[in-house]
């Protein structure tokens, strides 16, 4: 899939601050890994967790089930 937005000037952001956020948030809601959103951004899965803290976003699973489900997605 591939999703279009147009992003006013104004804004001041570009498009790779766009997918680091929207992969922030995935992250957040656990519908992707941390190395999955690493290798999508071309970094490695430290800097997409030290990234993290710039969006406020809990690193790592609350609970078990989490942590086995991130393991499952690496």
Do not use: C, H, W
């Amino acid at each position: 899939m591939k999703v279009v937005m147009e992003i006013p000037d104004d804004l001041r952001i570009d498009e790779r601050e766009v997918k680091m956020a929207a992969l922030a948030k995935l992250y957040e809601m656990g519908k992707i890994s941390s190395g999955r959103a690493a290798r999508l951004l071309g970094i490695s899965r430290m800097e997409f967790l030290e990234l993290l803290g710039k969006y406020r976003v809990q690193i790592g699973p609350d609970t078990e089930e989490e942590l086995i489900e991130d393991i499952k997605n690496a």
